[in-house]
């Protein structure tokens, strides 16, 4: 069954404090593997989207990172506003609609 | 632009109310979803629309109706609405499929505010 699962569910870290959030996926067919912020109370904020084993993506102090099982999106250096719950769904090769799958996502705490 | 917008943004319903959600994306965007989000959960596709007057369903489509009579609109509605339907609901759209010469990243879903629906 495909399925993605992210990992830590929850996350807090000091401000500067580096580190690395997972998503491990089982897909047959992979068209895109997608991250989105969430803040409270609102949408899914579009961050990256990775097609290929070995592509990577930045945006400030965020860095995507895609291989044929896993995904990781690495936060160097975090500031407080890096506070979010981060989504990883995937789309599949097969249909027309281009559906995202997701999973439960991780909570990130930056304490100043 | 305004992106992606959903009308109402709260809304409190008794069992057996129906309601219709509104979308608006003035991205000229062809497909459009609606979602929803349950704690622990992570967010379900409910329907989705691959352009005007088009409609299918996703993984939970059971007590919902949809329409996209046009392009940038897409309905949500509840017929009879039962407290196993109060959640956050949320749109997207996107470009769709790689025609007419568009490059990657256009099947990439943008999102709206999202709609808190309570049914008591």
């Known amino acids: 069954e495909d399925q993605v699962t992210q990992s830590p569910e929850a996350l807090r870290l000091q401000e500067g404090e580096s580190s690395s959030l997972n998503c491990s996926y089982t897909?047959?067919?992979?068209?895109?593997l997608f991250w989105y912020r969430q803040d409270p109370g609102k949408g899914p904020e579009f961050l990256f989207t990775l097609y290929s084993a070995g592509e990577e993506k930045e945006k400030e102090r965020l860095k995507a990172t895609l291989t044929k099982k896993e995904s990781f999106l690495h936060i160097t250096a975090p500031k407080p506003e890096d506070s979010a719950t981060y989504l990883c769904?995937?789309?599949?090769?097969?249909?027309?609609?281009?559906?995202?799958?997701f999973g439960s996502g991780t909570q990130l705490t930056v304490l100043p | 632009n305004a992106g992606v917008t959903q009308t109402p943004k709260f809304r409190v319903l008794k069992t057996g109310q129906s309601m219709t959600l509104l979308c608006a994306q003035d991205?000229?965007?062809?497909?459009m979803y609606w979602y929803r989000q349950d704690p622990g959960m992570g967010l379900r596709l409910i329907h989705y629309s691959v352009g005007e007057g088009t409609t299918a369903k996703g993984e939970v489509p059971d007590g919902y109706n949809v329409s996209r009579l046009k392009k940038q609109n897409f309905l949500l509605g509840l017929e009879s609405a039962a407290p196993s339907q109060t959640s956050v609901y949320f749109c997207?759209?996107?470009?769709?499929?790689?025609?007419?010469?568009?490059?990657?990243?256009?099947?990439?879903?943008?999102f709206g505010p999202g709609t808190r629906l309570t049914v008591l």
């Open positions: 991205m000229n965007h062809e497909y």
């Open positions: 769904p995937y789309s599949i090769s097969s249909g027309s609609a281009r559906q995202l799958t």
């Open positions: 997207a759209s996107s470009f769709g499929p790689l025609e007419r010469g568009v490059v990657l990243g256009t099947d990439t879903q943008y």
């Open positions: 897909v047959s067919g992979l068209r895109g």
